[in-house]
């Protein structure tokens, strides 16, 4: 007999739902990034386990973009099946979000921000999603060649043909996130969010004016890459693990990123989650959500024990002063 997937009834009692910006649509406190564990090399069975646990425990959005892998396309095409398979019943009660503007295919329109490419990409996006509409499609990096007013133009079409019911932008700095909300305004077509990398090792966002401005401006800021690449964990305080990803996938974080001022560092944070009774991981992920300029924080996982543990964070959000001025001390 098939496994025939029914969701927890009670997936909604403690997941918290932030307005994102000024608009409408609500992100869950915490949402689930197929930017890892979702390819060609991974393990069907555990994406679709991990998919049932995010949801069953309230996460409601699904992140992916056209080139998360490996290969070039492969989160989509799983996610696509589990969708199929098991989430059906649910479509309204999920955000299915995608993005565009990284290398996608050969010869010169698989690539940054021309119209030819975002059109493009996302109706392949569609078609291995198996979905008619996103909720919400992103220009994924700024394009320093492509004018600004085509990007913009080519997102409003696309919400206007309804395949993307929002637009969104993605690693965009201040001084192009301000530009691109002048230009939305005047298609009438809104930006909703701006999908950043925060960490408390990464604090961009607050040095670049993005935070500051995007909460002004009534935008939404998701926050990815929480845990530094896994160096915000507990994991690489006793070496290094052969399941972590400096061990198995070095693209991303590699051995060098753990000098001894980065373990000291580690270490001590890592006491101050236990004083808060909180893992590491748990603490990194409730300092992205300590105040109201970030809706949601993206977190990746390699098995569903993962994500029950994180969406854990939600009833432990608020910090002390002190402790703020703990961390940030020893973050800089």
């Known amino acids: ?25 609500k992100f869950p406190a915490v949402s689930l990034g197929f930017w890892h564990n979702f390819g060609t090399k991974d393990n069907y069975d555990n994406m679709k386990a991990m998919c049932r646990c995010a949801f069953d425990n309230g996460i409601t959005q699904f992140d992916l973009a056209n ?22 019943p649910y479509r309204d009660e999920l955000l299915i979000t995608t993005k565009a503007g990284y290398g996608m295919w050969d010869g010169p329109y698989g690539d940054w921000g021309s119209k030819k490419y975002l059109v493009a990409s996302l109706d392949q996006s569609l078609k291995r999603l198996g979905v008619d509409y996103v909720d919400i499609f992103y220009h994924h990096r700024m394009d320093p060649e492509t004018p600004l007013e085509e990007t913009m133009e080519a997102l409003a079409q696309i919400v206007r043909s309804g395949k993307a019911l929002y637009a969104a932008i993605s690693n965009y700095d201040q001084e192009y996130t301000q530009r691109a909300i002048e230009i939305m305004k005047e298609l009438h077509c809104p930006l ?49 693990p052969a399941d972590s990803r400096i061990a198995r996938d070095s693209r991303f974080l590699q051995e060098s990123a753990l000098s001894p001022e980065r373990l000291e ?31 949601s924080v993206l977190i990746g996982a390699s098995k569903p024990e993962q994500i029950a543990e994180n969406v854990k964070i939600v009833e432990h959000i608020n910090f002390s002063e002190d402790e703020i001025q703990m961390i940030d001390k020893l973050s800089r």
């Open 1 to 25: 007999m098939a496994d025939v997937y029914v969701a927890n009834d009670h997936r909604y009692e403690k997941m918290i739902y932030n307005r994102v910006g000024r608009h409408g649509l």
């Open 67 to 88: 080139n998360y892998g490996p290969v070039n396309g492969a989160a989509e095409i799983n996610l696509g099946r589990i969708l199929k398979e098991d989430f059906v």
């Open 192 to 240: 909703i969010v701006n999908q950043r990398k925060y960490s408390i090792f990464e604090r961009t966002i607050e040095t670049d004016g993005v935070k500051k401005y995007c909460k002004e401006a009534g935008m939404g800021i998701i926050a990815f890459s929480p845990l530094a690449q896994g160096l915000l964990t507990d994991k690489y305080l006793k070496g290094i």
């Open 265 to 295: 560092q580690i270490r001590a944070l890592n006491e101050i989650a236990l004083n808060r009774e909180q893992t590491l991981a748990q603490m990194a992920l409730s300092w992205i959500l300590k105040d109201d300029e970030v809706c």
